[in-house]
């Protein structure tokens, strides 16, 4: 079929070697329209945009967006000796934060500021704040330090040693939550130095323009208010949450081009010295001289153009589509780039090394160009469309890591296999005729066929040879039975901490606004949604049952209501208010002036119990309303869950997910958890789950193309035999060193998979082109071509080594590794095996 194809198409790439330069200002045309399409590209960090939009955690956390706003806050912080000073900044500053007004959307970048709350007023309502197990906590508290007292004002009273009284304990408890209530009247350091400004901004965490932007109008405001006026030693620095959102997509972005530039320029170079070699010896032979050293120099830039130029070509077309595709690309879909200019590359490796070789024959260009299109072409397109089509099977996939990956990264092989065998002809065609390339051999040389490179015809079939080829496939038996072994064994890096970076910048930034405060505590609490707000503490209990009855593993540390603290109702407020009164009551016994409790703690506890009528909601405090108040002014329809374990760890985030993720009324109502960590979880669930079922289908339609191509099934085995041999020891080795599979580096499972498909396709092939006994001259040729074309596949990779980004880091290590062992398996074990099956007597292979 594929010999029908190319039969057919033929006259196709006659028309493209007679008429080079229509097809060359065709391609560079479409090729700039990509070009102006993929600029508008960005990375998206979002977890959520990697899995369908239908999941209820993306629902939930994209409605809390909408009505509560962006989860992270930008954060001003005010250094200086003189808290005076520091609070006259803020002061100045947060009116005219909240003026700046973003020019895209017209509407402010910050919704509210927070940086002074009213304690006088707490501290005169404290209680009725207090939920109901905290007054119920403290009227048993005073009841006890009551009774206590009365006990000890009876001349018969005496303490038993053995007597043991919580109520120390009791009363800590309750004097650390009249702390967290009231707390200090500034967000400040400890020794005052410090003030904090918390701004909370109308747009989402994920657009990167409305977030620098925000920065650069507040770095620019805090410059005009010039803070040395304030006081000479005064330092003023936005940060926050916010700005490490910037600065860690910033960072990946950096990465992944300097991880691309520096990963091509090593391709490029390496690429370029071994067509430097091959042209030599094409046009000169063996024979070293200095001149005809020289002269090949000349040549250079024409090969870094033949290699560079057609896969730059589709790189635009590929990324111009995807532009238009999905506007974005995400964590996984960021190093395409790079993935895509080493396996594009070989194709070019491929194709321009055998035409040398034909040209080295005495061919001329056309006929070097048909014929290297009708026997290499064949092989570049068959692995092309496998390894493309394979790609596209992802896109089956609901987890868009693998789907948008898979896309892309098929669309990006179909343009280099166009780009390869439609545009490089051309561009070869053009460079011959120009005095920058000249790949024709010298007459001495035509006259001389030993000083031209041919192929060997040394027989191979030797007792010697056979030896060295069973050792080398009892070799690769063991190596692929102890991968077995191991295989059962092998772990998944779980923990995001151990896959990012140290941020320096943020940190620096960062530094005097943890010293005021820090947001450790509530970072990545989830939150619920409710229609009413009469369904929040409904919510609320059944999520606190759950902690309670959870002894085995626990993972909520509290839940938060409006209602908890203020009584929506006015039967609510009516309750509280009777035992706001029965608390006074109790503090204005003349036993508890006699007890331990300290005459300012009582003080303080008077004060609170003050309130007697109702506190209308317009008179609550903004930061107590702030938190549970929606975009449309609805207050109390909001539940926060503080999980009690550190969520950093995927497992850790499965398990929160499972606790809180879905809370279901007695009526039938169904609330779900917004939250980045609960997407988190549910994104490494679906990658993990479907991660195999990726792996076999593409595995399936490998083989079922390699079948149809190679037409037998011996043949089809031999050629998986690089692909299978490089997965199951890549596995292998990795629980050996420690390594481990993460979130980032599962984008080159499909890469390895890729290039060992290519080799076994390649070398397969090329022997059954030449013919039994052939293993040698395949080795020299197509094992060369092979041996190049994965070197510089793993120095593209390289340029990764260099990230600062470990997740990044662990992309190019776990290439690497992978792509060496299909190299090792592709011209070692495969030719022995090849060699071991050849039966004396000639004959073809089929």
Aim: aromatic share 10%; proline share 4%.
């Amino acid at each position: 079929m594929i010999d029908w194809l190319f039969n057919h198409l033929r006259p196709g790439i006659r028309f493209v070697t007679r008429h080079p330069l229509k097809v060359l200002a065709t391609s560079i045309l479409l090729a700039t329209a990509g070009f102006m399409l993929a600029r508008n590209l960005q990375i998206d960090n979002d977890l959520s945009k990697l899995i369908p939009r239908d999941y209820p955690s993306v629902q939930a956390l994209n409605t809390l967006r909408e009505q509560v706003g962006g989860e992270h806050e930008a954060a001003v912080a005010i250094q200086s000796p003189s808290f005076e000073a520091n609070k006259r900044f803020a002061e100045t500053l947060v009116p005219r934060a909240l003026e700046l007004i973003n020019p895209t959307s017209g509407e402010p970048y910050f919704v509210r500021a927070e940086f002074r709350r009213n304690i006088d007023f707490l501290e005169n309502n404290a209680l009725y704040f207090a939920t109901g197990e905290e007054l119920d906590q403290l009227q048993e508290y005073l009841e006890t330090a009551i009774e206590e007292s009365r006990r000890q004002a009876n001349p018969f009273y005496f303490e038993l040693e053995e007597e043991e009284i919580e109520s120390d304990s009791v009363g800590s408890e309750l004097a650390r939550r009249y702390s967290e209530l009231v707390g200090s009247e500034y967000i400040m350091s400890a020794d005052s130095a410090v003030l904090a400004v918390k701004l909370f901004p109308k747009g989402t965490q994920t657009d990167l323009s409305f977030i620098r932007n925000a920065y650069a109008e507040l770095d620019a405001l805090i410059a005009d208010l010039n803070p040395a006026s304030f006081h000479p030693e005064m330092e003023v620095a936005a940060a926050g949450r916010l700005l490490r959102t910037l600065i860690e997509i910033e960072t990946i972005t950096s990465d992944v081009i300097a991880s691309f530039g520096t990963g091509v320029f090593m391709l490029l170079l390496a690429v370029t010295c071994y067509f430097y070699y091959k042209g030599y010896r094409v046009r000169y032979g063996k024979k070293l001289k200095a001149r005809w050293l020289i002269e090949q120099l000349s040549h250079t830039p024409a090969h870094a153009l033949i290699m560079g130029l057609p896969l730059v070509l589709s790189l635009c077309w590929t990324f111009g589509i995807a532009q238009l595709t999905f506007n974005s690309l995400n964590i996984m879909t960021s190093t395409l780039g790079l993935l895509l200019f080493g396996m594009g590359v070989d194709f070019g490796i491929h194709f321009y090394a055998r035409y040398a070789e034909e040209r080295g024959g005495g061919n001329s260009v056309e006929q070097a160009i048909v014929t290297t299109f009708m026997t290499t072409g064949q092989a570049i397109f068959v692995v092309g469309l496998t390894t493309a089509a394979a790609f596209f099977i992802l896109t089956l996939a609901d987890f868009k890591g693998f789907s948008e990956f898979g896309f892309i990264a098929g669309t990006g092989l179909l343009f280099a296999i166009i780009a390869y065998l439609v545009f490089l002809p051309s561009l070869i065609v053009l460079l011959e005729k120009s005095p920058f390339l000249t790949l024709d051999t010298l007459a001495t040389q035509k006259s001389n066929p030993s000083s031209v490179t041919t192929t060997s015809s040394i027989p191979t079939n030797t007792r010697r040879w056979k030896i060295i080829s069973a050792g080398i496939v009892a070799i690769a038996v063991v190596m692929t039975t102890l991968s077995f072994v191991k295989f059962d064994q092998f772990s998944f890096e779980y923990d995001f901490a151990e896959l990012e970076p140290t941020y320096e910048e943020f940190n620096r930034r960062n530094y005097l606004v943890w010293r005021a405060y820090s947001d450790r505590g509530t970072r990545n609490s989830a939150y619920i949604i409710v229609n009413n707000s009469e369904d929040a503490p409904l919510v609320a209990d059944i999520l606190r049952h759950r902690a309670r009855t959870d002894t085995t593993s626990p993972t909520i540390r509290e839940v938060e209501t409006f209602q908890d603290r203020y009584p929506l109702s006015s039967e609510a407020a009516r309750i509280k208010l009777e035992k706001i009164s029965d608390i006074r009551e109790l503090l204005n016994d003349s036993f508890l002036e006699g007890s331990s409790e300290s005459s300012s703690d009582l003080e303080r506890l008077k004060r609170a119990s003050q309130t007697r009528e109702p506190i209308p909601l317009d008179r609550v405090p903004e930061f107590l309303r702030a938190p549970f108040t929606s975009a449309s002014g609805a207050v109390g329809n909001l539940v926060i869950i503080h999980p009690s374990i550190g969520l950093a760890d995927g497992r850790n985030s499965i398990a929160f997910a499972d606790d809180v993720g879905e809370v279901t009324l007695p009526d039938g109502t169904t609330y779900y958890a917004g939250s980045t960590s609960i997407v988190a979880s549910d994104m490494l669930q679906l990658m993990i789950s479907e991660t195999p079922l990726m792996v076999m289908l593409t595995l399936i339609f490998i083989i079922l193309f390699k079948m149809l191509i190679l037409r037998g099934v011996k043949w089809m085995l031999l050629a998986l035999v690089p692909l299978a041999a490089s997965f199951i020891w890549l596995f292998g080795i990795m629980e050996i060193i420690g390594w481990k599979l993460n979130f980032y580096n599962l984008v080159v499972l499909p890469t390895i998979l890729g290039i060992g498909d290519d080799s076994g396709i390649h070398i397969v092939h090329r022997y059954l082109e030449e013919g039994k006994g052939s293993i040698r001259r395949v080795l020299r040729s197509t094992g060369e071509h092979i041996t190049v074309s994965t070197f510089t596949t793993m120095l593209g990779f390289g340029g990764l080594l260099f990230s600062i980004h470990p997740g990044m880091r662990s992309i190019g290590e776990v290439a690497i590794l992978g792509i060496s062992l299909a190299l090792l398996a592709a011209i070692l074990v495969l030719p022995s095996m090849l060699y071991m099956m050849e039966k004396p007597g000639g004959g073809s292979p089929r």
